[in-house]
T-cell receptor, first 114, second 111 residues
Framework: GENVEQHPSTLSVQEGDSAVIKCTYS??????FPWYKQELGKRPQLIID?????GEKKDQRIAVTLNKTAKHFSLHITETQPEDSAVYFC?????????????FGTGTRLQVTL | AAGVIQSPRHLIKEKRETATLKCYPI?????VYWYQQGPGQDPQFLIS???????DKGSIPDRFSAQQFSDYHSELNMSSLELGDSALYFC??????????FGEGSRLTVL
């Protein structure tokens, strides 16, 4: 099955700086890579996603890049703000028949300090 | 917009008891997923249903079972509860395009 690795496990940046989180996946057939933001005790919320036919996608301060050859994808947050502090999960979707489950990375706890 | 509805939001049970969690997916979403998330852990896939049929199974214990009903709501049944079952249980639904939308979760505490 799919295996997703995520680094770093914790990341502390100063407000205004950029943050980068990296993930690798194992299943070359995976074709959908979402990123979720989760605050303590809350549900994971989709913040951005990318499909395998695209190399980069941007939404305001958030961007995601995908390298299919190397099987890795990254989340970039620019001009970080204290409200960006949360746990971020990458995920990859591997198809299994008529449904496709998401396999999550182990998460990155981002702390944005003033 | 309608979201995924889960109930109950909080549940406290004793060891060896049984618990049932309910999930109402977003209308017209064809797939429902159940995930378990322990403290400080990533969500672990348990089971999924596509058009009311079980479509995939993950690390779901034999003590757990789930089903999706004709109205598309799903239930996760957990029996012989153990302390290690204490976790947040998320239901998610997705349309054909594949994005997963999570419910608020049900927090199960086993004493």
């Amino acid at each position: 099955g799919e295996n997703v690795e995520q680094h770093p496990s914790t990341l502390s940046v100063q407000e205004g700086d950029s943050a980068v989180i990296k993930c690798t996946y194992s299943d070359s057939a995976s074709n959908y890579f979402p990123w979720y933001k989760q605050e303590l005790g809350k549900r994971p919320q989709l913040i951005i996603d990318i499909r395998s036919n695209v190399g980069e996608k941007k939404d305001q301060r958030i961007a995601v890049t995908l390298n299919k050859t190397a099987k890795h994808f990254s989340l970039h947050i620019t001009e970080t703000q204290p409200e960006d502090s949360a746990v971020y999960f990458c995920a990859a979707r591997s198809h299994t028949g008529t449904a496709s489950k998401l396999t999550f990375g182990t998460g990155t706890r981002l702390q944005v300090t003033l | 917009a309608a979201g995924v509805i889960q109930s109950p939001r909080h549940l406290i049970k004793e060891k060896r008891e049984t618990a049932t969690l309910k999930c109402y997916p977003i209308p017209r979403h064809d797939t429902v997923y159940w995930y378990q998330q322990g403290p400080g852990q990533d969500p672990q896939f348990l089971i999924s249903f596509y058009e009311k049929m079980q479509s995939d199974k993950g690390s779901i214990p034999d003590r757990f079972s789930a089903q999706q009903f004709s109205d598309y709501h799903s239930e996760l049944n957990m029996s012989s509860l153990e302390l290690g079952d204490s976790a947040l249980y998320f239901c998610a639904s997705s349309p054909a395009t594949g994005e997963l939308f999570f419910g608020e979760g049900s927090r199960l505490t086993v004493l």
